[in-house]
Nanobody, 126 residues
Framework: QVQLAESGGGSVQAGGSLKLSCEAS????????MGWFRQAPGKERQAVASIYIAGGITNYVDSVKGRFTISRDNAKKTVSLEMNRLKPEDTAMYYC???????????????????WGQGTQVTVSS
């Protein structure tokens, strides 16, 4: 199974920016879709964005649309999440994951994903 490792988290003031990176051990076992998710203390894990590895088509939840950008680098086997104009409500542990289903739709539904990384913390202060 593919191994995932997130990095790039940190603490930032509201309005600031961070770039997260997810490195995969391989892009051959991700079912052509990877996503970024986040979980705040006491809340359920939520999707942030997902991307088709082959074609680069992206999906975003409304709360981050226009502020966050997901991208992939097939040569480096990474999926990045550029976060701009950060808000305190963006504070969470951020995870990446791969789609469970071969040939499946690249969704924004956490149970459709698997092989979660260890996560990287993002803290946004007012």
């Amino acid at each position: 199974q593919v191994q995932l490792a997130e990095s790039g988290g940190g603490s930032v003031q509201a309005g600031g920016s961070l770039k997260l990176s997810c490195e995969a051990s391989s892009f051959t076992d991700v079912n052509n879709c990877m996503g970024w998710f986040r979980q705040a203390p006491g809340k359920e894990r939520q999707a942030v964005a997902s991307i088709y590895i082959a074609g680069g088509i992206t999906n975003y939840v409304d709360s981050v649309k226009g502020r966050f950008t997901i991208s992939r680098d097939n040569a480096k086997k990474t999926v990045s999440l550029e976060m701009n104009r950060l808000k305190p409500e963006d504070t969470a542990m951020y995870y990446c994951a791969v789609l469970r289903y071969p040939g499946g739709v690249c969704t924004l539904f956490p149970p459709d994903f698997t092989n979660w990384g260890q996560g990287t913390q993002v803290t946004v202060s007012s």
